[in-house]
Protein backbone atom coordinates (compact mmCIF):
# COMPACT_ATOMS: atom_id res chain seq x y z
CA UNK A 1 0.00 0.00 0.00
CA UNK A 2 0.69 3.36 -0.57
CA UNK A 3 2.04 6.11 1.98
CA UNK A 4 0.67 9.16 2.34
CA UNK A 5 2.67 12.19 0.41
CA UNK A 6 0.46 14.55 -0.41
CA UNK A 7 -2.69 16.70 -0.28
CA UNK A 8 -4.69 14.46 -2.90
CA UNK A 9 -3.92 11.62 -0.63
CA UNK A 10 -5.37 13.39 2.10
CA UNK A 11 -8.06 13.85 0.59
CA UNK A 12 -8.53 10.60 -0.54
CA UNK A 13 -8.39 9.90 2.97
CA UNK A 14 -10.53 12.42 4.69
CA UNK A 15 -13.52 11.51 1.85
CA UNK A 16 -13.37 8.28 3.36
CA UNK A 17 -13.47 9.49 7.23
CA UNK A 18 -16.50 11.11 6.75
CA UNK A 19 -17.81 8.65 4.64
CA UNK A 20 -17.73 6.38 7.67
CA UNK A 21 -18.43 8.67 10.49
CA UNK A 22 -21.31 11.04 9.15
CA UNK A 23 -23.20 7.80 9.34
CA UNK A 24 -21.73 6.48 12.68
CA UNK A 25 -24.09 5.52 15.37
CA UNK A 26 -21.69 6.66 18.27
CA UNK A 27 -20.47 10.01 16.86
CA UNK A 28 -22.47 10.53 13.38
CA UNK A 29 -24.94 12.90 14.69
CA UNK A 30 -22.25 15.89 16.00
CA UNK A 31 -22.08 16.04 11.96
CA UNK A 32 -25.36 16.01 10.76
CA UNK A 33 -27.69 17.21 13.99
CA UNK A 34 -25.69 19.11 16.17
CA UNK A 35 -24.14 20.91 13.26
CA UNK A 36 -25.39 20.38 9.54
CA UNK A 37 -22.20 20.03 8.19
CA UNK A 38 -21.81 21.04 4.31
CA UNK A 39 -18.98 18.84 3.34
CA UNK A 40 -17.79 20.48 0.22
CA UNK A 41 -16.84 23.09 2.72
CA UNK A 42 -15.47 21.44 5.31
CA UNK A 43 -13.72 18.57 3.39
CA UNK A 44 -11.11 21.47 2.12
CA UNK A 45 -10.59 23.00 5.93
CA UNK A 46 -10.04 19.75 7.73
CA UNK A 47 -7.54 18.63 4.10
CA UNK A 48 -5.88 22.49 5.61
CA UNK A 49 -5.42 21.17 9.10
CA UNK A 50 -4.03 17.65 8.23
CA UNK A 51 -1.62 19.15 5.48
CA UNK A 52 -0.24 21.65 8.19
CA UNK A 53 0.28 18.92 11.05
CA UNK A 54 1.81 16.40 8.33
CA UNK A 55 2.83 18.06 5.38
CA UNK A 56 4.42 20.87 7.02
CA UNK A 57 2.17 23.53 5.15
CA UNK A 58 0.83 26.47 6.88
CA UNK A 59 -2.69 26.06 4.82
CA UNK A 60 -4.80 25.55 8.33
CA UNK A 61 -5.55 29.59 10.00
CA UNK A 62 -8.16 28.01 12.60
CA UNK A 63 -8.09 26.94 16.19
CA UNK A 64 -9.10 23.03 16.37
CA UNK A 65 -9.60 23.16 20.00
CA UNK A 66 -11.86 26.38 19.97
CA UNK A 67 -14.23 24.72 17.36
CA UNK A 68 -14.51 21.51 19.50
CA UNK A 69 -15.02 23.63 22.61
CA UNK A 70 -17.90 25.33 20.72
CA UNK A 71 -19.69 22.28 19.89
CA UNK A 72 -19.52 20.56 23.37
CA UNK A 73 -21.18 23.77 24.83
CA UNK A 74 -24.06 22.43 21.87
CA UNK A 75 -23.99 19.19 22.71
CA UNK A 76 -21.42 17.27 25.02
CA UNK A 77 -18.49 15.14 23.85
CA UNK A 78 -18.45 12.04 26.00
CA UNK A 79 -15.14 9.50 26.52
CA UNK A 80 -16.50 7.10 24.19
CA UNK A 81 -16.99 9.89 21.19
CA UNK A 82 -13.19 10.53 21.42
CA UNK A 83 -13.10 6.98 21.80
CA UNK A 84 -14.60 6.20 18.34
CA UNK A 85 -13.73 8.79 16.31
CA UNK A 86 -9.69 7.52 17.10
CA UNK A 87 -10.61 3.62 15.92
CA UNK A 88 -12.75 5.14 12.91
CA UNK A 89 -9.60 7.58 11.84
CA UNK A 90 -6.85 4.71 12.77
CA UNK A 91 -9.64 1.99 10.41
CA UNK A 92 -9.41 4.28 7.46
CA UNK A 93 -6.02 5.19 7.19
CA UNK A 94 -5.06 1.42 7.36
CA UNK A 95 -7.30 0.70 5.09
CA UNK A 96 -5.92 3.11 2.22
CA UNK A 97 -2.28 3.22 3.15
CA UNK A 98 0.60 2.23 5.00
CA UNK A 99 4.35 4.09 6.00
CA UNK A 100 5.58 6.25 8.24
CA UNK A 101 3.80 9.12 6.92
CA UNK A 102 0.64 6.93 7.80
CA UNK A 103 1.87 6.05 11.20
CA UNK A 104 2.72 9.79 12.12
CA UNK A 105 -1.01 10.84 10.79
CA UNK A 106 -2.51 8.28 13.21
CA UNK A 107 -0.08 9.34 16.16
CA UNK A 108 -0.85 12.82 16.07
CA UNK A 109 -4.48 11.87 15.74
CA UNK A 110 -4.67 10.13 18.58
CA UNK A 111 -2.51 12.69 20.54
CA UNK A 112 -4.63 15.80 19.60
CA UNK A 113 -8.01 13.84 20.49
CA UNK A 114 -6.25 12.88 23.87
CA UNK A 115 -5.60 16.69 24.35
CA UNK A 116 -9.71 16.99 23.65
CA UNK A 117 -10.71 14.67 25.53
CA UNK A 118 -8.53 16.39 28.68
CA UNK A 119 -9.53 19.62 28.16
CA UNK A 120 -13.29 19.22 27.29
CA UNK A 121 -14.34 15.95 29.27
CA UNK A 122 -11.96 16.03 32.10
CA UNK A 123 -11.85 19.57 32.12
CA UNK A 124 -7.79 20.03 31.96
CA UNK A 125 -5.33 18.96 33.88
CA UNK A 126 -5.52 21.60 36.25
CA UNK A 127 -2.92 24.15 35.25
CA UNK A 128 -5.34 26.76 33.83
CA UNK A 129 -6.29 29.76 35.54
CA UNK A 130 -9.65 29.32 37.27
C1 LIG B 1 -15.52 13.14 19.37
C2 LIG B 1 -14.74 13.38 18.31
C3 LIG B 1 -15.03 14.48 17.31
C4 LIG B 1 -16.22 14.92 16.79
C5 LIG B 1 -17.60 14.36 17.05
C6 LIG B 1 -15.91 16.04 15.91
C7 LIG B 1 -16.85 16.77 15.21
C8 LIG B 1 -16.58 17.89 14.48
C9 LIG B 1 -17.58 18.76 13.86
C10 LIG B 1 -19.09 18.56 13.94
C11 LIG B 1 -16.93 19.78 13.27
C12 LIG B 1 -17.54 20.97 12.52
C13 LIG B 1 -17.65 22.17 13.43
C14 LIG B 1 -18.24 23.38 12.72
O1 LIG B 1 -17.85 23.66 11.57
O2 LIG B 1 -19.04 24.08 13.33
C15 LIG B 1 -15.51 19.54 13.46
C16 LIG B 1 -14.53 20.33 12.95
C17 LIG B 1 -13.21 19.97 12.91
N1 LIG B 1 -12.65 18.87 13.54
FE1 LIG B 1 -13.59 17.58 14.73
N2 LIG B 1 -14.57 16.24 15.91
C18 LIG B 1 -13.98 15.32 16.74
C19 LIG B 1 -12.65 15.19 17.00
C20 LIG B 1 -11.66 15.78 16.26
C21 LIG B 1 -10.25 15.51 16.39
C22 LIG B 1 -9.65 14.54 17.40
C23 LIG B 1 -9.61 16.29 15.45
C24 LIG B 1 -8.16 16.41 15.14
C25 LIG B 1 -7.26 15.51 15.46
C26 LIG B 1 -10.63 17.05 14.75
C27 LIG B 1 -10.40 17.95 13.74
C28 LIG B 1 -11.31 18.86 13.27
C29 LIG B 1 -10.98 20.00 12.43
C30 LIG B 1 -9.60 20.36 11.88
C31 LIG B 1 -12.17 20.70 12.21
C32 LIG B 1 -12.34 22.01 11.40
C33 LIG B 1 -12.07 23.16 12.34
C34 LIG B 1 -12.27 24.52 11.68
O3 LIG B 1 -13.33 24.74 11.08
O4 LIG B 1 -11.36 25.37 11.82
N3 LIG B 1 -11.86 16.70 15.26
N4 LIG B 1 -15.32 18.40 14.20
Redesign the pocket.
Known amino acids: MPDIENRTDLELLMVNFYGK?LLDQV?GH??TE??K?DMDK?IP??V???ES?LLEKSS?????LD??E??HHLSA?RDE??E???TV?KETVDELFAGINAEKLKQ??TS??TV??IKLVYGGIGLQKG
Open positions: VIFFVVLHVINFWVYQGNVVHRLFHFRWVFRAIAMK
